[in-house]
């Protein structure tokens, strides 16, 4: 037989399209070509996949090799081409049988040596092999991802000979089941925040309603820490929500680490980010920052130190909780269900409202500094809240707060009253669904309507304070802090009517 059809996956954006491997020998001068628009990683895979054949003992063949990727249209990156390509071979030159290949899906990049090495986006591969009803072949360092979309049949092996005895009946691999995947690490603790209450039950509100947040005050006062503390007061992740967060992560140049699965993603990129680093893109295009952080936080601490026209790729995504990177001969859409969590000073110098009175800022300095973010930004952005500095006796003080487990189990529940009410979160809301369920009284009608008038509120502003204002009423305020900020409960127009004032 001199030819073979093996089947592998490609990766355009968060689909992951069939791949027909198609492995010709021909009589001719030796030669080893390789056509269906690889890209250069794939064009190496011809020294990859020959040395590995010598180094297993098998025989590479003295012919005329061609190995066509199918469709010819579709690119091909990345080294997981490596086992299909070796296999197509050996099944084209008879040295394994090529019966049964069709069964299953291959991908895998190849060391010199044999060896099978891990590729990026498995969780996808394995995903688009399932629903085609086939087997996957991974490598042994995938197989903790892999297994994790419920009904994947996945073998996993460590080297090209492990593949081969499987395809030959010789020493079958076994199909790999799911284990119990503990954290990496904890996250930090709630109650290290010393002082800052309003600052923490405005973290609160919107962690139990996936709100986005901005805080302003000047260095030191706590902004990063709080906003490290986030993920780990956010109610814990669904099984859908896990995998389409490791969806993505799967697909970035790091990989997935599987004791990372259910963790929250916190991504905190550095101010000096471009747009396409916090979107997505490339020739390719790969995700970015904000696909990454699927349904995590984004913190962009330094918030205005960020180019403005990067700051305005974000206004798209907040709203439809997608993301389309659209290339010259390429398009892919990516999710980006993301919390934005960001941190501000409120002057050029940082300390306007601090306690020891050392801002010199001009008004016209602060004017000119707080516009470099714009108005339709700052408008999507549910919560806004000054953190001024923490007073010394405060830091002194050794009182501790409440732990994050409570926190959480607060959060928790609010979120599972949102879920089971009307199916997502608060934030995420439509708007023809808004009426039924933030429905106000006419004093609360009222009220609202006065502070449209004296703020300037947008329609936008106006549907963003009734969530905001849902969230509270159904979010109990910590015992310390209930008389200054909690909504009154002497009925729920009454308690929603106040929320909505603070929310506006």
Not at 342 to 364: E, I, K, V, W
């Amino acid at each position: 037989m001199s030819l073979a059809v093996l089947y592998s996956r490609a990766l355009a954006g968060m689909q992951a399209p069939i791949v027909t491997v198609e492995a010709h020998l021909a009589n001719g001068l030796p030669a080893f070509t390789i056509v269906g628009l690889p890209e250069a990683e794939v064009k190496e895979a011809k020294d990859r996949v020959r040395a590995a054949l010598e180094t297993a003992n098998f025989e590479f063949p003295m012919r005329r090799i061609t190995v066509n990727l199918a469709p010819a249209d579709l690119p091909k990156e990345s080294g997981r081409y490596d086992l299909p390509i070796a296999l197509g071979i050996l099944a084209a030159s008879g040295q394994i049988p090529g019966t049964g290949l069709d069964q299953f899906e291959f991908a895998g990049e190849l060391a010199l040596t044999g060896e099978l090495r891990p590729v990026r986006g498995m969780l996808a591969l394995v995903c688009g092999a399932s629903d085609a009803q086939r087997a996957f072949v991974v490598p042994a360092a995938n197989a903790a991802e892999a297994v994790l979309p419920a009904g994947a049949r996945i073998y996993a092996a460590r080297t090209l000979l492990e593949v081969c005895a499987h395809l030959t009946g010789r020493e079958p691999l076994a199909l790999c089941a799911v284990t119990p995947v503990e954290s990496a690490q904890s996250h930090p603790e709630w109650s290290d925040v010393k002082g800052q209450t309003l600052a923490k039950r405005a973290l609160e509100i919107a962690a139990a309603g996936a709100h986005s947040l901005l805080m302003v005050g000047p260095p030191g006062s706590g902004k990063t820490m709080l906003a490290m503390r986030l993920p780990g007061i956010l109610p814990p992740m669904t099984e859908q929500q896990a995998l389409e967060s490791v969806a993505v992560q799967s697909l970035g140049s790091a990989g997935f680490d599987v004791r990372n699965w259910r963790r929250r993603p916190f991504r905190a990129p550095h101010h000096t980010a471009s747009g396409v680093a916090l979107v997505g893109g490339g020739s390719l295009p790969r995700p970015g920052e904000i696909s990454m952080a699927m349904h995590g936080v984004l913190f962009l601490d330094e918030f205005l130190e960020f180019e403005r026209r990067v700051l305005e790729v974000l206004r798209e995504p907040l709203e439809s909780g997608r993301i389309s990177v659209s290339r010259a001969a390429r398009q892919a859409e990516f999710p980006a269900r993301f919390q934005l969590i960001a941190a501000m000073n409120p002057c050029p110098c940082g300390h306007l409202g601090h306690y020891s009175g050392r801002c010199r800022c001009t008004p016209d300095q602060i004017a000119r500094y707080r516009a470099r973010i714009s108005g339709p930004l700052l408008d999507r952005i549910d919560l806004r809240i000054e953190v001024p500095a923490v007073q010394p006796q405060e830091l002194a003080r050794n009182a501790a707060g409440e732990s994050g487990a409570v926190v959480r189990a607060r959060v928790t529940r609010a979120f599972e009253t949102q879920l089971a009410r009307q199916g997502v979160a608060n934030a995420q809301l439509p708007t023809r669904e808004i009426e039924n369920h933030c429905a106000l009284d006419a004093a609360g009608s009222a009220m609202l309507k006065q502070a449209i008038a004296r703020l300037g509120l947008s329609a936008r502003g106006y549907h963003r304070a009734l969530k905001v204002a849902r969230t509270m009423q159904i979010l109990p305020a910590p015992r310390a802090s209930r008389r200054r900020i909690s909504p009154r409960r002497s009925s729920s127009g009454d308690s929603n009517r106040h929320a909505a004032r603070r929310g506006a």
